[in-house]
Nanobody, 116 residues
Framework: QVQLVESGGGLVQPGGSLKLSCLASGSIGVIIYMAWYRQAPGKQRELVAGITSAGLANYVDSVKGRFTISRDNGKNTVYLQMNSLKLEDTAVYYC??????????WGQGTQVTVSS
């Protein structure tokens, strides 16, 4: 059984920073891709950032230059450093991992609220 546990969410003022973490455990196999998604109220879930096992990263345009995704392969952990947060970054953030056998697993989500 694979389990993903996110942490690091919270309430922050505009312009502030947060760092999210997602730890994967269980019978995972080889992880080829890890990513962060977010879902705001009334909106569809969207990909925020992803990173391959080789460290190649991609970002949605709205977070480029503000967010940085990274991973520790040895710890099966993916991080999302979020700087210069904006009101529109408020959402539930989910991590997802994809294995070599193309299985996808999701975390339970962590709330990020940007408010003054």
């Amino acid at each position: 059984q694979v389990q993903l546990v996110e942490s690091g969410g919270g309430l922050v003022q505009p312009g502030g920073s947060l760092k999210l973490s997602c730890l994967a455990s269980g019978s995972i196999g080889v992880i080829i891709y890890m990513a962060w998604y977010r879902q705001a109220p009334g909106k569809q879930r969207e990909l925020v950032a992803g990173i391959t096992s080789a460290g190649l990263a991609n970002y949605v345009d709205s977070v480029k230059g503000r967010f940085t995704i990274s991973r520790d392969n040895g710890k099966n952990t993916v991080y999302l450093q979020m700087n210069s947060l904006k009101l529109e970054d408020t959402a539930v953030y989910y991590c997802r991992l994809t294995t070599f056998s193309h299985e996808n697993y999701w975390g339970q989500g962590t709330q990020v609220t940007v408010s003054s």
